[in-house]
Every structure is written in C-alpha cells, then in structure tokens.
C-alpha cells in the first residue's frame, strides 16, 4: 500500500493516521496554508507552520487545538518523518515531506518558485513520489517578474492620484493582499486596507511580517476623513467581495483594478469589469511548474488543482515520467 492515499476526504497517510488539507472532519489535519479551500473548521487538530498559527486562529477560532513546526523541523508519528518546507505561496505556506522505510513523498500544496520577498523561497524537495498543484498548468500562463508589475501598479495609482480620483485594488486577503502591500510607493499617498485584509496583517505582523505602512479602514471608508486621510490620492485594498457591499459607496467615483493571474486571459482593454488588470499571481506558471516537478526528481507524480490533465500529459509525453491525474474532485481551485 502506497504511503498516501487519495480518498475522498482527502490526502491520507494511513501509517500516520494523517490527512493533508482534508476536505471534511478529522482527527489529525496538516494544513500547507490557511487559505479557506485548504484550511477548513471542524478538525480535532491542527498541524501547520509557525507562521500561520496566528491567521488559522483568526479564520478558524481562537480555541483550535493547533500544533505548529518551522520549515526543515521533523515530528514522527507512528514511524513516519514528517517535515515541513517552504513552498513560496502566501505567507506560512508550506510543502509536506513524509518518509516511511525509504518511500518519500512531497505534498505541495499551492506554491510558486520565483521569490516575492514577503514568503521564504520555494524549496525544491527530492522525493519518490510529488503531489503538485496546476492551477495555472497551461503554456499561455507565464507570469511577469515581479518588479514590472508593481512599476505598472505605481504609475497606475499615481495617474489616478494626479486627477484626484481614488484607486481600488482588488487583492485576496491572505497572500495576495500583504505582496501588494509590501511594494507599494508611498510617497503617492496613503495605503488603505479593507478589515477583512486589516485583520490578516494583524495576524500576520504578529508572526513577524512587514508589509509598509497602512491605514485599517475596518470602521468603513466614510471615516478616513475624519482622519485626515485623502481618499482622492489613496489606494485602497480590498477583497472583491467588497465590491458587493454598502462599503465601497462612500468613495463615489473611482477607478478599479484587479490584481490576479487570470488577468493573462483577459482580452485587451477587457479586464472583466474592471478599468485595468495586473497580472500577478502567488501559484506557479507554466515553467515554474515544470521546474519544480522536474527539480524534486520523482519517478511517479501526481497532479491535481487546476489544468491537471494538460500538465499530467506533458509530463508523460516530454518528460517521459509517470504522471497521473487526482481523480477525486476533492480540491477547489483556488480563485486568484
């Protein structure tokens, strides 16, 4: 019997009575991240990395059972290694090592391998067997670096600024938000964060994390004001879910932007009704892909997540690797 098994509640290691990222309740769960579609309520325990402690209490509860490692730090349970290492996705993101009698595997979870400066870089992990994420497993995704998008996101808010018109940007509120965050020019104006985004810096710069300067607008837009705070020069951060919400209306007119890798799909001057799009994700592109599975050196890999029948298939006919699809509708795919 393999050292983990794919079943319906999830990632299984039966030696370690272990799921990964379960879908449902359990006794034991290892979360790679504290992203909703990995990190779910309900489990009798909590295995994660340190740095996500914080933002699992925060999403889950303060009264979770939760145990946590540093990356490269190893727990055995019932004779399985178990080890944690950095996958570069969000911040406290993390891949899963397990070893039993000389079989290795490696879990992903989401990840990229370029390094944003916020998350500690992806580790590549030699392995018999990688489970890895495709999100964004197709040729057309090939992401920017990163220093051009955010020299676009500054001129954009500083245009907008100079005709006294707020900017809006649309950023998830673990991950995607905080990597906005870190790099935006604050010499524009002010940095402002929607509560939902407020609470997850909170709980992030308690693990340690820097993000810049930002004002919490938890208390509604309405009071920047009253603040001191020039909405007409500032940009604002804030999930789209707030585009739903009475929250917004304060600002009146605005210009909108969206920040996510589906934005390479967009048409030009289309981007899905917003006035721009930029294109940045924290999931692996197509090369990122390919060079992460072909780093860990795993005979047999598995792919799930995403465009994971275009990848599996690359990797059997150009690779000549043993490639197979998760065949078990198990996992969301993470809309960023």
């Known amino acids: 019997m393999a050292l983990v098994t794919f079943t319906p509640l999830g990632f299984y290691c039966a030696q370690a009575d272990l799921y990964i990222d379960p879908l449902r309740k359990v006794s034991k769960a290892l979360v790679t991240h504290a992203h909703s579609d990995h990190a779910r309520p309900g489990m009798q325990h909590y295995l994660c990395h340190t740095q996500s402690v914080n933002i699992l209490k925060l999403r889950l509860g303060q009264r979770i059972s939760v145990q946590s490692m540093a990356y490269g730090e190893s727990v055995w349970m019932n004779g399985v290694e178990i080890t944690l290492f950095p996958a570069g996705h969000v911040p406290g993101s993390a891949q899963v090592r397990l070893i039993y009698k000389g079989e290795v595997w490696v879990i992903s979870g989401d990840y990229k391998t370029v390094g944003d400066g916020l998350t500690p870089a992806f580790e590549a992990v030699r392995c018999h067997h990688f489970v890895t994420e495709s999100t964004f497993g197709l040729p057309i995704f090939q992401w920017r670096d990163q220093q051009t998008v955010f020299d676009d996101i500054n001129a954009w808010w500083r245009e907008n600024a100079s005709a006294g018109k707020p900017s809006v940007l649309l950023g998830y509120s673990l991950g995607k938000a905080q990597r906005i965050l870190k790099y935006l020019d604050r010499s524009v104006g002010a940095v402002v964060c929607h509560g939902a985004i407020a609470a997850s810096n909170i709980a992030l ?91 860990t050196g795993a005979e047999h890999v598995h792919v799930t997540h995403g465009f994971s029948e275009v990848l599996s298939r690359y990797l059997r006919e150009t690779h000549q690797l043993n490639a197979d699809v998760v065949e078990k509708g198990m996992l969301e795919m993470q809309g960023e």
């Open 205 to 295: 710069q308690e693990s340690g994390f820097d993000f810049g300067e930002w004002k919490d607008a938890s208390g509604g837009l309405a009071s920047l004001q009253d603040r001191g705070i020039r909405t007409e020069e500032s940009l604002i951060v804030c999930p789209p879910n707030a585009l739903r919400s009475s929250w917004i209306s304060p600002l009146g007119r605005y210009s909108l932007a969206n920040c996510s890798g589906w934005m390479a799909v967009s048409k030009s001057g289309d981007w899905g009704g917003v006035d721009r799009g930029f294109v940045l994700s924290d999931h692996a592109d197509w090369p990122q892909l390919l060079e992460a599975v072909l780093a």
